[in-house]
């Protein structure tokens, strides 16, 4: 080893080495310590401890799982509420003894909790400086707070309740296993319809174990598609034991759940948050059962009942239209069909009598009227005045001479006469003076 750069050389019977470094001359952070130039192991130690002294105490609420009191010092393991992961405490006997509800396995408390780190062995361990316990009165407070914190987000709006099947295909239930609950719930569904059909999930309902599982469930049957309903059950218990069933994490997971949820948590004056959240909110794992399945009995006496109110109905009109139509053929002119048409007839044969009779008149009477016109037509034609003796002159180019002035001398006239016409020359042309010849 003599002469090997980087290996310190221990002499025997000395507590350090040969040739080790004064400390100021050792890298100044852990990034920079290499194999050649390390950290002794005390150093890191003590580093360790003075960066967690420097840590400030926190307070911390969780639940009690094991307590093993001893002499001076005594040890707690503290379980998340909610999530799985569990915490070694120390505490010292004068803390316990400031205790005034002394501690037990299942207790919630709240701990001011300081990490503390052991140079000699190297082990960290969170030391309790306080402890108190969380009482009835805070629980229904923190409770109460939370409800009306949730309630003003919306989340109890009755509108955004989902309606639960009439019948549903297949229940999803979440329980303990072997509770009672479970067999409220599959016996008095089964009593009513007794093809109801489960898909069960055992949980933990109460403890730190059960607010994850619950919900992991409440996932699994929720993704489900044959599920159509799932119920969470669970039997009567302290205010304590019912904790996870308030517990904020799952009630907004059940809000966000698709499928339709009903709460059926102890008794009928127990009232979690989870009740609030659920679509409905049964009073016992009875009722939920009463609530989730039609009545077999009450639906068969319901169809019978149904079905006979239909019969009387369907009887009632058959009778009614039997009598109408009884009411028909006793009519005379359903026994006698032939006398609408007899009656018809002879209205008919008058009608047509009328008619000709009307017609004939009109057609005599328009006769008259035609020779009457006829006759006035002829008297005031022009050939009835050349009938009396009268003739129309006319010159050569057709026009009809209505004064000697239009003539001269030598002019050929047409002469036209009641029967035949004649030509003539113009030899003398009379003023219009009177005379014996002249025409009154």
């Known amino acids: 080893m003599e002469g090997v750069p980087g290996v310190a050389q221990r002499i025997s019977g000395t507590p350090g080495t040969l040739g080790q470094k004064p400390i100021e001359e050792l890298p100044r952070k852990a990034a920079e310590t290499t194999p050649d130039n390390p950290w002794p192991l005390s150093l890191l130690s003590r580093n360790i401890k003075s960066y967690i002294d420097r840590m400030s105490a926190v307070w911390i609420e969780a639940q009690v799982i094991e307590f093993n009191r001893r002499g001076k010092a005594s040890y707690l393991t503290l379980r998340d509420t909610d999530e799985e992961m569990s915490l070694p405490v120390q505490v010292f006997s004068n803390v316990l003894d400031r205790v005034e509800t002394p501690l037990s396995e299942g207790s919630r408390v709240v701990v001011n909790v300081k990490a503390d780190f052991w140079l000699k062995a190297g082990r960290m361990m969170m030391r309790a400086n306080d402890i108190r316990p969380v009482g009835l009165g805070e ?32 229940i999803g239930l979440i329980t303990g296993r072997n509770s009672d609950a479970e067999k409220d719930v599959v016996r008095n569904a089964h009593l009513r319809w007794p093809a109801a059909e489960f898909e069960i999930r055992n949980t933990a309902v109460q403890g730190p174990d059960a607010v994850p599982q619950v919900r992991a469930a409440l996932a699994e049957l929720d993704a489900d598609p044959a599920v159509d309903v799932i119920v969470i059950a669970r039997g009567g218990g302290s205010l304590e034991d019912l904790l996870p069933f308030s517990n904020e994490s799952l009630i907004r997971a059940v809000f966000a759940a698709r499928t339709p949820v009903v709460s ?25 059962a009463k609530r989730l399945v039609p009545d077999i009995h009450e639906e068969r006496m319901d169809l019978l009942q149904a079905r006979a109110s239909l019969d009387g109905a369907l009887d009632r009109l058959l009778r009614s239209e039997q009598a109408g139509l009884d009411s028909v053929r006793s009519r005379p002119v359903m026994a006698q069909p032939m006398t ?22 009109a057609l005599t009477h328009g006769a008259a009227q035609v020779e009457h016109l006829r006759a006035q037509v002829r008297a005031l034609s022009p050939l009835s005045t050349l009938e009396r003796g009268y003739a129309v002159v006319q010159t050569a180019d057709g026009s009809a001479v209505r004064d000697a002035a239009e003539l001269s001398t030598g002019d050929g006239v047409h002469v036209r006469l009641a029967r035949g016409r004649f030509d003539a020359d113009v030899t003398t042309i009379h003023a219009d003076a009177p005379g014996p010849d002249t025409l009154d």
């Open 139 to 170: 629980l229904l407070a923190r409770l109460e707070k939370l409800r009306r914190t949730l309630a003003e987000e919306g989340l109890f709006d009755p509108d955004l309740k989902q309606p639960l099947p009439f019948l549903p295909n297949r």
């Open 340 to 361: 609408m048409v007899s009656a018809r007839e002879e209205e008919l044969t008058a009608l047509i009598t009328r008619a000709r009779q009307a017609q004939r008149s």
């Open 264 to 288: 059926a948590i102890g008794h009928e004056a127990d009232r979690p948050i989870l009740d609030d959240v659920a679509d409905l909110r049964a009073s016992t794992p009875t009722d939920a």
